[in-house]
């Protein structure tokens, strides 16, 4: 009998409590691959993503093999447009790198894998997992979490929250919530979530 594989998209807007879900996972053996710190990498690393980014926008793009993050940061939040050029370069090589990584796990003896993204839907991440589950967390509980983390105010928690697809949309496109809200425990829903699977 074939073993049942399944890929897990983990979501959830800023501050809603993705890693910690991550990381117990984790401690319960799946394997979690972090598509924002694997885009970081890619982007550096990347042939294809380095040379796309540097026909889009120049050689100024990289400076002594550096990303040059506030030229890439003007460009991208410049217009909506840009955003989808960049993410057009990037994500594409981030879904190859999650898939081959997949198929490496599962090459080990993995059942399941799962992949973190705040913007798994806006990636479209999601046509490539089997499952999805979002962390949903109150407003105010995400703002202050934000605001401690980054050391950042409360506007530029909102811009950054705004700036994302709304819970209620991602709520709709998910298998299953988990919600992070201090009164229902993580770790019963997480259980329950991998016993479904």
């Given at each position: 009998?074939?073993?049942?594989?399944?890929?897990?998209?983990?979501?959830?807007?800023?501050?809603?409590?993705?890693?910690?879900?991550?990381?117990?996972?984790?401690?319960?053996?799946?394997?979690?691959?972090?598509?924002?710190?694997e885009a970081k990498k890619l982007m550096l690393e990347d042939?294809?993503?380095?040379?796309?980014?540097?026909?889009?926008?120049?050689?100024?793009?990289?400076?002594?093999?550096?990303?040059?993050?506030?030229?890439?940061?003007?460009?991208?939040?410049?217009?909506?447009?840009?955003?989808?050029?960049?993410?057009?370069?990037?994500?594409?090589?981030?879904?190859?790198?999650?898939?081959?990584?997949?198929?490496?796990?599962?090459?080990?003896?993995?059942?399941?894998?799962?992949?973190?993204?705040?913007?798994?839907?806006?990636?479209?991440?999601?046509?490539?997992?089997?499952?999805?589950?979002?962390?949903?967390?109150?407003?105010?509980?995400?703002?202050?979490?934000?605001?401690?983390?980054?050391?950042?105010?409360?506007?530029?928690?909102?811009?950054?929250?705004?700036?994302?697809?709304?819970?209620?949309?991602?709520?709709?496109?998910?298998?299953?919530?988990?919600?992070?809200?201090?009164?229902?425990?993580?770790?019963?829903?997480?259980?329950?979530?991998?016993?479904?699977?």
């Open positions: 009998m074939r073993t049942l594989r399944i890929k897990l998209g983990v979501t959830g807007g800023i501050g809603s409590g993705k890693s910690y879900v991550s990381s117990s996972l984790r401690l319960r053996g799946i394997p979690v691959f972090d598509s924002d710190s042939k294809i993503i380095v040379s796309s980014l540097k026909g889009l926008l120049g050689d100024d793009v990289y400076i002594a093999g550096n990303l040059n993050k506030q030229l890439l940061a003007s460009y991208i939040f410049s217009s909506p447009d840009n955003a989808l050029k960049v993410n057009s370069i990037v994500h594409p090589r981030v879904k190859q790198t999650f898939l081959k990584w997949a198929d490496e796990c599962f090459m080990r003896g993995c059942n399941v894998v799962a992949i973190e993204s705040a913007i798994l839907f806006e990636a479209g991440f999601d046509d490539i997992v089997d499952r999805v589950v979002m962390i949903n967390a109150p407003l105010e509980i995400r703002i202050s979490r934000v605001m401690l983390r980054d050391n950042v105010t409360r506007d530029k928690v909102m811009e950054r929250i705004n700036l994302q697809m709304p819970d209620e949309e991602k709520m709709l496109k998910s298998d299953f919530i988990i919600m992070n809200d201090g009164i229902m425990s993580l770790d019963v829903q997480i259980d329950k979530l991998i016993s479904s699977l």
